[in-house]
DNA sequence: TTAATTAATATGCTAAAGTATATAGATTAG
DNA sequence: CTAATCTATATACTTTAGCATATTAATTAA
C-alpha cells in the first residue's frame, strides 16, 4: 500500500518561508510591530509567526506577504520549477533587498509524524 | 482614490481559488471523503473549507494543494501576472483535467454566510 | 419505489490561532 | 551608566480551526 502516505503537518510555517518574510519585512525597515499595525495584528503575533511559534491562517498569511508586495498563487506542481526560476531570475544577483529565496517544498522541517491512525 | 486602504480581512478562501479546489478534485474523480481520507481530515471539514465556511489554516491549505499536484508559491507582486500568464500558457485548451483559472487577487470576497436554511 | 453515494449542515468537543497586556533580554543611542 | 527601541516570551482570555459524529438532502443506480 504506497499510497497511503499520510502527509506530515507542519508544525510551523517553511524556515524559508519565514526567512523570506522577515527579510522583506527588514527590508522596509519595519518593526514587528509597525508591520503589525498594518495589518490590525499584535507585534507578539507577528513574532511567533516569524519564529515558528504559531502557524497562520491562510487569510493572515496572505494579508501578510500582501502588505510586503508578494502574493501566494496556486501553482500546478509541474510548474513550479519555471515559476522558481522566474523568480529567481527576477531577483537580481546580490540585490541588497534581501529578496532571495522563495518557499518551494516540504522540506519536512519539524513536522509531528506521529500519528496514530485507527 | 484613497491609497492606504486597511487590509480586509477575507472570512474565507477567494471563490476562484475554492473553485480551483473542487475542479481539481472532481478531475480526479474524489469525493470530498475520499480526499479528506488522504489528508486526515473529515469530510466535513473539505466541505467546509470548499464552501467557503471556514479559512483553513496554512498548512492545512499546502497539504490539501499538494495533494491535488499544485502548490502555494511566494511570488513577488510584480511577477505575479508573469507566473498567471505561464500558468494559463500551460493549461492546454480543452485540457480534460480541470485546470482552468488560477487565484490571482483580492476579489472582495466578503462570503457573507450563504445561509440557506430550511 | 429502495438503496447507495455524495455533499452540506448541525452539535459538541479539543486544540490552537488570535488578542491584549506586561515584561525580559537584547541592542543601540545619549 | 541611562534611556529608548526591537524582539521574544509569558499569562490570560476569546474566537475558531479542526475532529468526531449524526443527519439531511440531493443525486444515482437498481
Do not use: C
Not at 9 to 35: D, F, H, K, T
Not at 43 to 61: A, M, N, W
Not at 79 to 102: C, F, S, T, Y
Request: no cysteine; hydrophobic share 40%.
Amino acid at each position: 500500500m504506497l499510497s497511503h502516505l499520510k502527509v506530515a503537518r507542519l508544525r510551523a510555517l517553511p524556515s524559508a518561508l519565514r526567512l523570506e518574510l522577515v527579510e522583506a519585512r527588514r527590508g522596509r525597515s519595519w518593526s514587528q510591530a509597525e508591520l503589525g499595525e498594518r495589518l490590525g495584528l499584535p507585534q507578539t503575533h507577528i513574532s511567533g509567526i516569524e519564529t515558528g511559534k504559531t502557524v497562520p491562517r491562510f487569510d493572515t498569511l496572505l494579508d501578510l506577504v500582501r502588505v510586503l508586495d508578494r502574493d501566494l498563487l496556486l501553482v500546478p506542481r509541474a510548474l513550479v520549477p519555471a515559476v522558481q526560476a522566474l523568480i529567481r531570475n527576477h531577483m537580481a544577483p546580490g540585490d541588497g533587498e534581501g529578496e532571495r529565496a522563495l518557499y518551494a517544498d516540504n522540506e519536512a522541517e519539524e513536522a509531528d509524524a506521529t500519528r496514530s491512525q485507527a
